[in-house]
């Protein structure tokens, strides 16, 4: 029987956005039979729920410390050390992952190399050196690394950025069964939290920075009516957090927004919500959006990035434009005054979730991609021998 193949996962650090949990959900429903999976993170110990769930998988996991520019040299070190120790065949980097991975990848031979692009391609390229890496793998395909869109859109913009011609593309997936809502915990969280039987709860999830824009959501909510109670959950921290806080005190709303922070319980509170929003200005295919979904909520959202193919407007949810305070009200004020409607679009969304975005069909993808890329490589080597 043949040994399972390495296969390095390579992420800044395993914290608590969305490319970190897609990480996590790789190495946890990766065929074991087939692939041993390491993870590789390029600074230290963040002490987050992700690092403890791949602990707790038992994945080997590296730390690369020293994450500033003038500690480069001991991030090749330490991982060349682990390129030898392991002898990978299977490289797949994320966010800044391939900086440190592409010459390594190269220097070692080895045979497969996909990066996953977590975010439109104008976004991701970053600066300096990470700039000039990607350019280099993609638009002059040095170093043999696969671009791998998580959305259509995200796919175009590769061509846009980099002049790379259909990348695959590969659709972010969820364990869709862990958001099942639950009545129980439901009632229980919302009498905890002091929320009125009749009230109607509004979620977000996002890091509190300029991406999410979360202005044009306290703004919007600060904007809908007041004849029945209705309040906003915002999930997450960034630096950002404060000025929000001090924003919602100036509108006036503050005692109806609650800041949960970074939360290890995304399933809870989001059974316990009644309407999900996600206003960004900018997305790749975000994992939040088909979280709410797996936990049957509709979704207000602004029609950027890859959200338009996750969200059927009108069906499971309402799109809307980017930066526009009173279409975003407007739909949001719709699902509030509306409970069946909210009904129908939460099941709508619950069925697509699961026949599109369980991440057992994005592993399975992922894992026909290393095979299909091993194979050719073979091919190409036997042709090089004939020759």
């Avoid at 800041?259 to 995304?266: E, H, K, L």
Wanted: with cysteine; glycine share 6%.
């Amino acid at each position: 029987m043949q040994e399972p193949r390495v296969v390095f996962q390579v992420i800044n650090s395993l914290g608590t956005g969305g490319a970190e949990s897609f990480v996590v959900n790789l190495l946890r429903y990766l065929n074991r039979e087939k692939y041993q999976p390491v993870c590789v993170c390029l600074s230290g110990p963040k002490h987050t729920h992700n690092e403890a769930l791949v602990e707790g998988l038992g994945v080997p996991l590296y730390y690369l410390r020293g994450s500033n520019l003038t500690l480069a040299w001991l991030h090749n070190r330490m991982f060349n050390a682990l390129f030898k120790q392991f002898r990978p065949q299977i490289v797949h980097t994320h966010l800044s992952g391939i900086r440190y991975a592409l010459p390594l990848a190269i220097k070692h031979r080895t045979p497969v190399r996909v990066h996953t692009l977590h975010n439109l391609a104008e976004k991701e390229i970053g600066e300096r050196a990470n700039r000039l890496v990607r350019i280099l793998a993609f638009r002059y395909r040095i170093g043999g690394f696969i671009p791998v869109a998580i959305a259509q859109e995200v796919a175009r913009t590769v061509e846009a950025v980099y002049g790379y011609k259909n990348p695959p593309v590969i659709l972010n997936g969820i364990p869709v069964e862990e958001y099942t809502p639950n009545p129980s915990q439901r009632m229980e969280l919302r009498c905890e939290c002091g929320v009125e039987p009749n009230a109607t709860v509004i979620v977000h999830i996002g890091r509190f920075m300029e991406q999410k824009n979360h202005p044009l959501l306290l703004q919007a909510f600060s904007r809908l009516r007041r004849d029945q109670p209705v309040y906003l959950w915002l999930v997450g921290g960034g630096e950002l957090l404060e000025p929000m806080q001090q924003l919602a005190r100036e509108l006036g709303i503050a005692e109806r927004v609650r800041f949960w922070g970074v939360r290890s319980d995304v399933p809870a509170l989001l059974s316990a919500a009644d309407i999900f929003t996600l206003p960004s200005r900018y997305e790749g295919n975000p994992l939040s959006v088909m979280e709410a979904m797996a936990a049957g909520l509709p979704v207000v959202a602004t029609a950027v990035g890859g959200v338009p193919e996750l969200v059927e407007e009108g069906v499971s949810g309402f799109l809307t434009p980017n930066e526009d305070v009173e279409a975003l009200t407007a739909a949001l004020q719709r699902l509030v005054d509306n409970v069946e409607l909210r009904r129908q679009m939460g099941e709508a969304a619950l069925k697509r979730v699961r026949e599109k975005f369980d991440i057992r069909h994005t592993v399975r993808a992922y894992e026909a991609l290393y095979e299909e890329i091993l194979q050719r490589r073979r091919r190409s080597l036997r042709s090089q021998n004939v020759a």
